[in-house]
T-cell receptor, first 117, second 114 residues
Framework: AQKITQTQPGMFVQEKEAVTLDCTYDTSDPSYGLFWYKQPSSGEMIFLIYQGSYDQQNATEGRYSLNFQKARKSANLVISASQLGDSAMYFCAMREGFSGGYNKLIFGAGTRLAVHP | DTEVTQTPKHLVMGMTNKKSLKCEQHMGHRAMYWYKQKAKKPPELMFVYSYEKLSINESVPSRFSPECPNSSLLNLHLHALQPEDSALYLC?????????????FGPGTRLTVL
């Protein structure tokens, strides 16, 4: 069965510093995808970045980058130059197949990030 | 328009009430999703509609009844709920054409069942 693990319930970082949020996964499917979402206290889930299992390069989107280590089955999110607005819950999710035109996502437990001034 | 809207934002209902949650998107997405999220937990998938047909029902109790009247609209009808059904209900949509299509989420409806 597919599984996503986020081992850090909470993290804190000083403003302007970089922080890494850990995510490990387990799957026997050779084709899979990993998504990171941010959920502020308002509740809305905001898509940050995607990494496909066959992608040769690590994904980057602005201040977000993904440290993808396929052999280790890890897909850690790196946030550079943290801002106060980055304080939120962060979820790692894995796509469980793709059929019929939809993605079924399995979410990790999440990591709550607090950015301190 | 790149957003998913949900109404109402908050809902309080008794166990004998019937209410509905509404979700709308105008991005031309063909897949729409309902999630339930309890406090400090990740979202849990409830239903998936693809091309207006129910594709996934994650063994959700029949007191939750989804409906997809057209490609832009998704409803969740609620009847005879229990207090443990109190949660944040999130709607999402995705383009449905590629495996990397992300899901766009609405702001959610915070439901309290008394």
């Amino acid at each position: 069965a597919q599984k996503i693990t986020q081992t850090q319930p909470g993290m804190f970082v000083q403003e302007k510093e970089a922080v890494t949020l850990d995510c490990t996964y387990d799957t026997s499917d050779p084709s899979y995808g990993l998504f990171w979402y941010k959920q502020p206290s308002s509740g809305e889930m905001i898509f940050l970045i995607y990494q496909g299992s066959y992608d040769q390069q690590n994904a980057t989107e602005g201040r977000y980058s993904l440290n993808f280590q396929k052999a280790r089955k890890s897909a850690n999110l790196v946030i550079s130059a943290s801002q106060l607005g980055d304080s939120a819950m962060y979820f790692c999710a894995m796509r469980e197949g793709f059929s019929g035109g939809y993605n079924k996502l399995i979410f990790g437990a999440g990591t709550r990030l607090a950015v301190h001034p | 328009d790149t957003e998913v809207t949900q109404t109402p934002k908050h809902l309080v209902m008794g166990m004998t009430n019937k209410k509905s949650l509404k979700c709308e998107q105008h991005m031309g997405h063909r897949a729409m999703y309902w999630y339930k999220q309890k406090a400090k937990k990740p979202p849990e998938l409830m239903f998936v509609y693809s091309y207006e047909k129910l594709s996934i029902n994650e063994s959700v109790p029949s007191r939750f009844s989804p409906e997809c009247p057209n490609s832009s609209l998704l409803n969740l009808h609620l009847h005879a709920l229990q207090p443990e059904d109190s949660a944040l209900y999130l709607c999402a949509s995705s383009q449905g054409t590629e495996d990397y299509n992300e899901q766009f989420f609405g702001p959610g409806t915070r439901l309290t069942v008394l």
